[in-house]
């Protein structure tokens, strides 16, 4: 965290102390956002989880020419997990007994995330302003996911915390984004989004040497793709001229 406030502070340095008025003119700003986005799961992925969420903190510096480059950095979680793991541990009616004979609490959520560089435009409208607009950008980067496995009272010595890994499926590999939206930065400062559509494919493999449920190594290629929607707060780091006064 420290690092992301650094960079912040630079930034403004940089760059905030240039004063414009955004109502007339077309400017330069860093921006910073925090988004939530909501997706669904294809490809591949969809044999394994179902709908996910996310939270992603952007690092965006917009130019002159509307041209958009930046970084992020996205946690994603869910709590539909579709694969079955654990029929070679489990009764045929699908429980786990725990090492005092009863029925084991065994809780599954998918995690994961996802750090891309990006690099857009802006189609900008005559109102509220020519900074304001429909944005479309690509990006690359990595992608990381896998089961998140809680055994509630750490009582199945097979779900240990170095067993939990031969059933996880921890998967990560390269990582394409697509984003079209509309970004609107008010004149006034008080205000400013965006919200649009994204898909994420990750082209992964499964990184565990060993899953124990089916005995062999998983080493198929996979395309995991995620689409949805998002919606930003932006935090634009530059200043607003001074206000004229005349006197007779």
């Known amino acids: 965290m420290k690092k992301v406030f650094l960079t912040v502070f630079l930034l403004y340095t940089c760059f905030g102390s240039a004063q414009v008025s955004i109502k007339d003119s077309t400017i330069s700003t860093p921006m910073i956002g925090l988004s939530y986005g909501y997706h669904l799961a294809a490809g591949d992925l969809l044999s394994r989880f179902g709908n996910s969420s996310s939270v992603q903190l952007n690092v965006d510096f917009k130019g002159r020419s509307n041209l958009i480059v930046g970084i992020n950095g996205s946690y994603i979680f869910g709590k539909e997990v579709k ?63 896998k089961i998140r496995i809680e055994v509630i009272g750490n009582d199945v010595p097979q779900l240990s915390k170095e067993y939990k890994k031969g059933y996880d499926r921890l998967t990560n590999g390269f990582l394409l984004t697509e984003n079209l939206g509309y970004l ?16 994420l ?37 530059y200043k607003k001229p001074p206000q004229e006064y005349y006197t007779h």
């Open 83 to 145: 694969e079955d793991m654990f029929a070679n541990i489990s009764t045929p009616e699908g429980y786990i007994i725990n090492s005092e004979g009863t029925i084991s609490d065994v809780r599954l959520w998918e995690r994961g995330f996802t750090v891309s560089g990006t690099l857009g435009g802006l189609l900008h409208f005559k109102k509220p302003n020519p900074n304001s607009g429909l944005l479309f950008n690509m990006g690359f980067g990595f992608i990381q996911h």
């Open 184 to 199: 609107y930065l008010s004149n006034n400062r008080l205000t400013n989004l965006y919200i649009g559509l994204e898909c």
């Open 201 to 237: 494919q990750g082209f992964t493999q499964n990184r565990r040497s060993y899953n124990y449920d089916t005995m062999e190594h998983d080493s198929k290629k996979r395309i995991d793709i995620l689409y949805g929607a998002r919606l930003m707060w932006i935090l634009p780091l």
